[in-house]
């Protein structure tokens, strides 16, 4: 039980190591990737107090040179995804239990682990597994991922501290329980924050957690898992388990102890897991919780009076950094027929200034190889597509190669059909679509945005005219979870812009706030009366 009201330590945002040449920073993380590259990583299941190797392993490769293979990871059967769910019921007695400070100093310990001695290892996993240049490392597995960790704290000190008023007589308080059962934490390859903060964020709340993280992140995943036993995280309180989506997925949710989703990934397969969870709810003991940030087609839109230098490095920016490989990236774009060749041209010159597509240990790459194979290839199928269709024009770029990583050069299609394939499919790569309107259709334009995609993640507009800011601020209110002026659609910062959308794009849970961790508690109100009356009678009875 507690003993005193504790203020946790102030929330900050770690700050952003530049890696500039020469810094001790650049070379601490180029040393670890070295040692990485040329080592042979195991990963084996966490599962309670074990650390199991199955023999059914399967190998690590980066993007950006394949044919490398870095280390194995052990895949599960499903006894040991049943392993998994008993081992975190059990675990649940003592954590669900534990005084809050206690769980909060667990993982306040893992920020300033990361912050320090893991940095440049959590970094360098980054950029083996995931083809991530070191700023991009750094600002998702480092920073972000600190900062989830210290605001979360923040965030669950300050649900605690929301008590009801109590009158004459009576005190009401409300205590913010764990959910009864566990999580489920499916974790995308994209950002190393998102993998450590969806179990996380559930696990600080008291609960317990199994964890799949993708096939493409496990590298990474385990130095995250390292941190968290240095921290001082009790066995079994995060499970961490890897192999066939669709039979963990089945076994976990089959489970009467099933309480919750944690979701970041593909909308077709929160849907789905989402229908799953429909046909089995019958047999939970709870309603489960289901969170979910989902896919994205972000877009930008300039009014006439915005600043093209302005427009083009938000697209350069929004559209290619991470390969496009953001749910948040720019992936369509308007522009307004006045100002677009000059913006484009723009785009185009700083497009030839990147480096070829390369290696994130050569620090002079802006771009590196997307992900894996499945993505390569659907990306050169929507290039070739581009190149053949009367209504779009490959502008820049368009080129591919997986000889020896999964490159696709940053691309710039211009197409006239403004509902065009690929203005509302998500592709997930370093592919921007631009449609150019005329400047007197603003208003029409607004309503294309708001009318042609499925999703509602990000969005950004740019102007100098603060009339027309207010026009696209109410009329895309409902196509962005996350609006930006004057800026590209990517970049929320943990405390800052809390992150997520709706429609196709998620739940809208709000990452890097309160709001989400609130889903991961049931309250219970408990009133004590002191004088508890003797008599039925009330007085309008006489």
Not at 12 to 28: C, F, H, I, Q, W
Request: with cysteine; aromatic share 10%.
């Amino acid at each position: 039980m507690g003993k005193g009201f504790f203020q946790v330590p102030t929330a900050y945002n770690e700050p952003v190591k530049s890696y500039a040449p020469g810094t001790p920073e650049r070379d601490e993380v180029l040393k670890q990737y070295k040692a990485y590259y040329k080592g042979n990583v195991e990963v084996p299941l966490y599962i309670g107090i074990d650390e199991i190797k199955t023999g059914n392993t399967k190998p690590m490769s980066p993007p950006h040179e394949h044919k490398h293979v870095v280390g194995h990871y052990h895949t599960a059967d499903k006894k040991h995804v049943e392993q998994a769910i008993s081992n975190c019921l059990e675990s649940r007695k003592a954590w669900a239990n534990l005084p809050w400070e206690q769980r909060a100093a667990v993982f306040l310990k893992a920020a300033e682990l990361i912050a320090g001695p893991y940095r440049a290892k959590i970094n360098a996993s980054t950029m083996m597994a995931q083809s991530k240049t070191i700023h991009q490392a750094e600002i998702d597995a480092a920073c972000e991922l600190i900062d989830f960790l210290r605001f979360n704290v923040e965030f669950m000190s300050q649900i605690y501290g929301e008590q009801p008023e109590s009158s004459e007589g009576i005190w009401n308080r409300v205590e913010y329980r764990p959910l009864e059962g566990f999580i489920y934490a499916i974790t995308p390859f994209n950002f190393t924050a998102i993998a450590g903060n969806l179990p996380a964020s559930a696990a600080m709340m008291g609960n317990v957690v199994v964890w799949k993280p993708s096939d493409s992140q496990i590298f990474s995943a385990k130095v995250i898992m390292d941190v968290f036993k240095e921290a001082g995280l009790p066995d079994g309180v995060i499970n961490m388990v890897m192999g066939d989506p669709v039979m963990i997925s089945e076994t976990l949710l089959a489970s009467p102890d099933f309480a919750g989703l944690h979701f970041t990934g593909s909308t077709h397969v929160f849907k789905e897991l989402w229908k799953q969870i429909g046909n089995n709810i019958h047999s939970y003991k709870t309603y489960p919780r289901i969170v979910g940030e989902t896919g994205g087609k972000d877009f930008i839109i300039a009014h006439p009076s915005a600043k093209p230098k302005q427009v083009a490095t938000a697209i350069v920016r929004g559209a290619f950094e991470l390969q496009g490989q953001k749910c948040s990236a720019a992936s369509r774009v308007y522009l307004p027929k006045s100002t677009a060749t000059e913006i484009l041209d723009l785009v185009k010159a700083d497009l030839a200034s990147f480096n070829k597509p390369g290696s994130p240990e050569d620090m002079s790459n802006f771009i590196t190889a997307v992900i894996h194979e499945g993505s390569f290839d659907k990306l050169a199928k929507y290039i070739d597509q581009a190149k053949a269709d009367k209504d779009t024009e490959i502008i820049a770029g368009g080129g591919y190669d997986k000889s020896v990583g999964y490159f696709v050069e940053p691309t710039v299609i211009l197409t006239t059909n403004p509902k065009y394939e690929t203005m509302y499919t998500e592709l997930f790569g370093p592919v921007v679509t631009v449609y150019i309107y005329e400047d007197k259709d603003w208003s029409e334009t607004l309503k294309l945005v708001d009318s042609t995609s499925e999703y509602a993640l990000t969005g950004a507009v740019l102007s100098t005219d603060r009339y027309a800011i207010e026009e696209a601020t109410k009329a895309l209110q409902d196509c962005a979870g996350n609006f930006y002026i004057n800026d590209k659609p990517t970049g929320a910062v943990v405390g800052q812009q809390p992150f997520g959308g709706a429609r196709a794009s998620g739940t809208n849970d709000k990452a890097g706030s309160a709001q989400n961790l609130l889903r991961w508690v049931s309250p219970r109100l408990i009133k004590e009366t002191f004088v508890t009356p003797e008599d039925y009678r009330y007085p309008f009875l006489g």
